[in-house]
């Protein structure tokens, strides 16, 4: 790996680790380096400072805190994917977690890192949209709360500031009721997601009584298939929860790569939108 | 008795420094004052070089030197293409570092030489080049039209060649069934698993170049034809290599440049390529479009084949790049009889990579498109695409059998080799469930491909090679010496980087001297040691440098049993030589090998005409190729609602002949299905219109891991070559020729019933679903 020169330091408390960042507005926060890395070694990212967040244990840790889990930033996937607060707390995290990279890459990469990285085609971020979780940031202001629907802005973009670093997110608890499933479809088993589906879905007497839908890589940012989400409300298990998934496109604008064009992408988001959904309410 | 140790598992002794990174890799390598060189390279696949200006660059902080194309022009000489497939072929100079005009992105424009890499990274950003862009000529058939913007003055055509055999007009005359269909081979990337590096020093007289080449022994001869060095004074020196797959069988532009560098600037100076840089710069594979047509009775034998290649060459000739396809000129026709053959190729320039040998070279192409072409002749004819290879192929008593083509296949089984993969695979239940699920109007389809694949392997008959005008021979080199203390040392002109010859190695002169496989070790790879070479591809290896072995261990033990009867005052023929030591017939007296390497090297008591030593040299050169077989079958599952394909089941039965080492075939069996099966349904490398390859990392050019693949059934038969002592055929290449058609057979058996008749490779979800979503409609 031969980057451009870099300053990098290595702040001892997030406080510090805030003020480096303000200071520089092209200073990067180096987390697991599992984008950042190869952004580096292409040339294609040119930060003057790196900040290594990596000691600081303000961000480490998966803890159940009642009505919600609270995931760290720094915690690794592999964290997240042993936490058993994850596995009874907010399964669907653990289920998309499993499906990050390869078991190497998610002992180095962290939650917080993927999100804040906000890439569409990552696992991480239709899967905390969908469960409505709130990113809290923190800066030399103090923390800031922000909910996933206000966090991803672009491609590549959140809402968090220079000078805020993402200290963790909150994942509500489910109530009763609730089954939950992650469909990724890719080529190779180590590639990013031509299309993902997160669901959770909620049932009662038969019926589906709340739909919660995140596509990954169907747009610049993730989505939320609502229309689908409405069409789901109260439908019975069948038929009718296909033509429900055939909305699951709608208000898309998916890109077009070299696996995939944007007509293929929206039939495999609806596809695999019905897949998720049986699957998340138990009808596989 | 000591056991045989031909056949035997046995774990590989290059494994345990391997893994456990004790390695000589060549970017690993140092030498004192060592500087690094990074080369600019071209953002336009086609332009004319108005200027370079590399002064700003030389100012930089820790740059020792910076040059453009311009000032290794008067030294560069043109890489060199050692197969001039015809008399009128163009090969077009081609310069290591572009002067004029640049032909393909990536092309050396200029290089720095600085103290460390990140300074000569960071100095190739202030080279300034003012280019002057020219068309991109991307597509084969848009560079043969005749206002096709040309890549090099005298145009866009590298040769042309027809062969023919038998009277293809009255094959086609009437046939009941002509099978006319077009494949595309598409472009593919090598991605051997260490990249390429190069590292040049010099002590003012000679020049040391290691490389993570196949070819030592070619590299050195071709760099002093290409330098002018003279070739005494060059060594080479391939240390560990981690695969190549073909694409390390090659003269570098990277190699000639680091050599000329040392000699500039009197220092070491070391290249290592990223993975990107190697994407666009190692040589590519494949690249053809194949148009095939076969002319059958309607019983389903096979009267005639003719087929037109267009092999797209890339922008220059490289080693062997127009030999490629020529490889498979006499393979189309396969394992099949017919009364006529055809065979065309025109090798097209394009402003793109050059293309040149990857696993199979040549053989891979043919049997994809003859493998195929026989599936469309049983699904025209509704037979079972067994029975209508059953009815055209050699049969076992038929051997040697010549073909339309012109070869003679020494040996072969293909109805055992059959019979034993259709009871591995189950064939008949799962076309029982296949047609169930037809039946029901599964989503998941299921379909089933064949292939019985041949290959000629074991290049080359020297003989041959003449004939085809290639630049070089076919034999292979090797020494055995023994050592005072009875060790032996194999010197082999083969040169491994993955085989793992030091153990196959091995195992053949353990049963040749008697001597324990433990004491036995293989020296390859620098030309100071292994003086004499023709290095590793083409599966072969064993085939060649091994019996090279055995015939060096044979003079050895000549020499040895005159030594003996001298000692033992007898006769040399009253000797019997078995595990390792010579008896006199009818006694108890008896010399072992070790007692008379040892009595060699003191001379105190040597008959006359008999020298201080025991060591022997031998060459070998076969008569003929040698030809593995084998039948592979594939299952796979095509959901139809998302195109997505998963290879259910794969029974591979390979027969390569003898069997030296179990493991070590099996280990290149399971790689090379591996590999093929990555041509059928994942790499691609693509090139946008203006000639940019727009694969240049992993994320955009899929690689299978293990995760993406079934475990693999496999089994053997075993027919022994004639052609060679050992009985061995070659197993390097076996696997990726055989799966890639098996595997694109299977998708389209189970896509038949919706009329569809083919899928371009790599398969990938969205074109199955487009061709399936093209028929809903």
């Known amino acids: 790996m031969i980057p451009a020169q870099f300053d990098y330091e290595r702040p001892a408390s997030l406080a510090e680790a805030c003020q480096a960042l303000a200071e520089d507005d092209e200073a990067k926060v180096l987390a697991g380096g599992q984008s950042l890395l190869p952004l580096l070694r292409l040339r ?121 670093i993402l200290a963790g997110v909150r994942i509500p608890k489910p109530g009763e009721g609730w089954g939950f499933h992650y469909e990724k479809f890719h080529r190779t088993a180590q590639a990013w997601a031509i299309v993902g589906v997160a669901a959770a879905v909620r ?56 696996h995939a064009q944007p007509d293929y992408r929206r039939h495999l988001a609806r596809v695999l939108t019905h897949r998720a959904v049986r699957t998340a309410a138990g009808s596989p | ?117 990140y300074r000569a990274a960071d100095a190739l950003d202030a080279i300034e080049v003012d280019y002057e862009p020219l068309p991109a000529v991307v597509d084969m058939n848009e560079a043969l039209a005749s206002d096709s913007a040309k890549v090099h003055e005298a145009g866009n055509k590298a040769f042309s060649v027809t062969i023919t055999s038998g009277d293809i007009e009255a094959a086609f005359r009437d046939a009941p069934v002509v099978i006319d269909r077009t494949y595309v081979q598409q472009r593919l990337i090598p991605s051997a698993m260490e990249p390429r590096a190069v590292m040049a020093d010099t002590d003012g007289e000679s020049f040391t170049v290691w490389s993570s080449t ?30 190549g797959f073909g694409s390390k069988l090659q003269v570098t532009a990277e190699e000639v440049l680091c050599l000329l560098l040392a000699r500039k600037l009197g220092k070491p100076v070391k290249w290592g390529e990223s993975r990107s840089e190697g994407n666009l710069t190692v040589h590519h594979g494949r690249d053809q479009i194949q148009h095939v047509r076969l002319a059958a009775d309607s019983d389903g034998r096979v009267r005639g084949l003719q087929v037109g290649l267009l ?41 793109k990579m050059p293309t040149d040998a990857y696993r199979g070279a040549g053989r891979p192409e043919a049997t994809f498109a003859i493998e195929r072409v026989m599936d469309e002749l049983a699904a025209e004819l509704g037979m079972d695409p067994i029975e209508v290879r059953r009815r055209n192929w050699i049969r076992h008593e038929e051997f040697p059998y010549t073909t339309i083509s012109g070869l003679t296949y020494d040996s072969g089984n ?55 005008n290639y630049g070089a021979g076919g034999w292979e080199h090797a020494s055995v010496r023994m050592l005072p203390t009875g060790k032996v040392e194999v010197i082999t002109g083969t040169s491994p980087h993955g085989q793992g010859h030091v153990t196959s190695w091995s195992q053949i002169v353990s049963d040749a001297l008697g001597v324990p496989f433990d004491d036995i070790t293989v020296l390859h790879g620098d030309t100071a040691i292994a003086h004499k070479g023709m290095d590793t591809y083409g599966s072969r290896s064993l085939v060649i440098g091994g019996v090279a072995v055995v015939k060096a261990c044979d003079k050895v033990r000549e020499k040895a049993r005159r030594l003996a009867a001298h000692l033992m005052e007898c006769s040399p023929d009253d000797l019997d030589f078995a595990a390792g030591a010579f008896t006199v017939r009818g006694t108890e007296q008896s010399r072992t090998i070790q007692e008379l390497a040892y009595a060699a090297f003191t001379a105190h008591d040597l008959p006359e005409g008999v020298e201080a030593r025991l060591d022997s040299d031998a060459t070998f050169d076969p008569d003929n190729y040698s030809f593995p077989h084998g039948t592979h079958l594939c299952a796979v599952e095509v959901d139809t609602e998302t195109g997505m394909v998963k290879i259910r089941s794969y029974v591979a039965v390979d027969d390569v002949g003898t069997v030296v080492n179990p493991l070590i075939v099996e280990g290149q069996v399971q790689g090379g299905i591996a590999q093929g099966i990555a041509q059928a349904l994942f790499e691609e490398a693509v090139y946008d219109a203006e000639g940019n390859l727009l694969t240049t990392t992993m994320a955009d050019y899929l690689l299978p891991s293990a995760a993406d693949l079934p475990n693999f059934t496999l089994d053997r038969t075993e027919t022994p070559a004639t052609s060679n002592p050992l009985g061995v055929k070659g197993v ?43 028929v809903r409609r």
């Open chain 1, 44 to 164: 294609l990212a040119y930060p003057t400072k790196l900040v290594d967040v990596g000691r600081l244990d303000e961000l480490k840790g998966v803890h159940d805190r009642g009505d919600h889990v609270f995931i760290g930033a720094m915690a690794t996937h592999d964290e997240v994917l042993r936490a058993p607060a994850v596995a009874s707390g907010c399964p669907l995290v653990a289920m998309a977690t499993a499906h990050v990279a390869d078991p190497a890459i998610r002992h180095r990469g962290t939650f917080g890192g993927s999100l804040a990285h906000a890439d569409p085609a990552g696992d991480l971020p239709a899967v905390v949209l969908a469960l409505d979780g709130v990113l809290v940031a923190r800066s030399a202001q103090g923390e800031r709360e922000i909910p996933a629907a206000d966090f991803f802005v672009d491609y590549l973009e959140s809402s968090l500031a220079q000078g805020e």
């Open chain 1, 203 to 258: 049932r009662s007497n038969g019926a589906i009584t709340e739909a919660r839908l995140g596509l990954t890589n169907m747009g610049a940012t993730p989505l939320r298939a609502h229309a689908t989400e409405a069409a789901l409300r109260g439908v019975e298990l069948g038929d009718a929860v296909r033509q429900a998934c055939e909305q699951a496109a709608d208000g898309t604008s998916p890109p077009s790569d070299l």
């Open chain 2, 1 to 117: 008795m000591t056991v045989q140790e031909v056949g035997q598992p046995r774990k590989r002794k290059e494994d345990a420094r391997l893994l456990t990174g004790r390695t000589q890799w060549t970017d690993n390598l140092t030498r004192p004052g060592l500087l690094h060189v990074m080369f600019l390279r071209s953002p336009m696949a086609h332009a004319r070089i108005a200027s370079v200006d590399v002064s700003a660059a030389r100012g930089m902080p820790g740059v020792v030197a910076a040059f453009s194309g311009q000032d290794f022009a008067a030294e560069q000489g043109s890489l060199p293409c050692a197969w001039p497939v015809t008399e009128d072929i163009v090969i077009p100079d081609h310069p290591p570092m572009a002067v004029d005009e640049v032909r393909y992105v990536g092309e050396a424009v200029a290089c720095v030489v600085a103290t460390d890499r």
């Open chain 2, 214 to 243: 196949q070819i030592p022994h070619v590299l050195r001869v071709m760099l002093a034809v290409v330098t002018g060095i003279p070739e005494h004074r060059i060594r080479v020196i391939a240390p560990d290599v981690g695969g």
């Open chain 2, 311 to 351: 092999a797209d060459m890339g922008a220059y000739l490289m080693l062997v790049t127009p030999g490629i396809p020529m490889l498979g000129a006499q393979m189309f026709n396969a394992i099949y009889k017919m009364d006529a053959y055809e065979f065309g190729c025109t090798g097209v320039f394009t402003t």
């Open chain 2, 414 to 468: 293909y109805e055992a080799a059959t019979e034993k993969a259709l009871a591995l695979f189950g064939y008949d239940k799962l076309r029982a469930e296949q047609a169930d699920r037809r039946d029901r109007g599964d989503p998941v389809q299921l379909g089933i491909g064949v292939s019985t694949f041949t290959e000629m392997c074991g290049l080359a008959p020297s003989r041959m090679l003449g004939e085809a």
């Open chain 2, 732 to 774: 390097g290449e076996a696997g990726t020729i055989a799966s890639t058609p098996a595997v694109v057979n299977a998708i389209v058996d189970a896509l038949r019933p919706y009329g569809i008749h083919d899928i371009r490779m790599p398969c990938t979800p969205e074109r199955v679903w487009r061709a399936l979503e093209g």
